[in-house]
């Protein structure tokens, strides 16, 4: 996850509807994003969920940190790891395109290797102002991190 340009986002395992990319986020304000990239999934509906792989070093208990992106049509969303729910729920609205800062998802016990990060649209803001193509419910995620 992280390479000498900082920090990124691993494969996408599975996803619902809409479309998905890693998004060149340089012309946005400067050095906020990771890479200037996110990745970003549009046009998901709600209970729809996006699944993104990352990697854990060595077994340990780690806290896992992760940077999303937030803008007037980006959508709340809740968490699972390698299937069980986190408690955890985040509301990516705002009236500009920014970034939530490093969010805890919660302490985890991980084993070496390869783990899934869900993401599931559960809402959104009722402020947020959906496009027609891109729909309310934005995901956006600068990249995942684990701390000790
Ligand atoms: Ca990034």
């Known amino acids: 996850m992280q ?21 060149d986020m340089s012309t946005y304000r400067d050095g906020l994003w990771s890479r200037d990239a996110q990745l970003i999934w549009t046009q998901g509906k709600m209970g729809e969920s996006i699944e993104i792989e990352f990697s854990v070093p060595a077994d340990d ?11 007037i049509e980006y959508g709340i969303f809740e968490f699972a790891v390698d ?15 920014t970034t939530s800062g490093e969010i805890s998802l919660g302490k985890l016990t991980l084993t070496k290797g390869l783990h899934r990060l869900k ?11 959906g496009g027609h193509r891109t729909g309310a419910n934005l995901f956006g995620l600068d990249y995942v991190r684990l701390a000790k």
Do not use: C, P
Not at 119 to 129: C, F, L, R, W, Y
């Open 83 to 97: 299937g069980e729910s986190v408690d955890k729920r985040v509301d990516l609205y705002d009236t500009e395109v």
């Open 61 to 71: 208990k780690y806290d896992l940190l992760a940077v999303f992106t937030k803008a």
């Open 3 to 23: 390479g000498r340009r900082g920090r990124g986002v691993g494969n996408v395992l599975s996803v619902g509807s809409g479309r998905h990319w890693v998004q």
């Open 119 to 129: 993401a599931t649209i559960v809402g959104h803001n009722a402020m947020s102002k």
